[in-house]
């Protein structure tokens, strides 16, 4: 069975920084890409970011490009998602994703085409 754990999450000032981490079982974590997205409350599930599965290459949202920071650990099967310089439109459900080999040339914004989930960590931007 496969399961996503997203956590930290948290309450933060406007500026401040937070560290996601989602952690992957019962996948081989290695040939898996992973993705971040974010839903805000009466808004649609958006692209963060993406680490493809194999070389490491990454990808973000323009409204993060600069200020967030993806990493994969294929030892811990955990990827992460680094938050600098929050704005208070950063506030949303943060999810993780997984789909098998997705790569540069996968339509990786589009959240349909990813298999596994994760339950969501909580961010909160006050201004």
């Known amino acids: 069975q496969v399961q996503l754990v997203e956590s930290g999450g948290g309450l933060v000032q406007a500026g401040g920084s937070l560290r996601l981490s989602c952690v992957a079982s019962g996948l081989t974590f290695s040939t898996y890409g992973m993705g971040w997205f974010r839903q805000a409350p009466g808004k649609e599930r958006e692209f963060v970011s993406v680490i493809i599965w194999s070389g490491g290459t990454t990808f973000y949202a323009e409204s993060v490009k600069g200020r967030f920071t993806i990493s994969r650990d294929n030892a811990q099967s955990t990827v992460y998602l680094q938050l600098d310089s929050l704005k208070p439109e950063d506030t949303a459900t943060y999810y993780c994703?997984?789909?098998?080999?997705?790569?540069?040339?996968?339509?990786?914004?589009?959240?349909?085409?990813?298999?596994?989930w994760g339950q969501g960590t909580q961010v909160t931007v006050s201004s």
């Open positions: 994703a997984a789909e098998w080999r997705l790569n540069q040339l996968s339509n990786y914004k589009n959240p349909r085409i990813y298999r596994y």
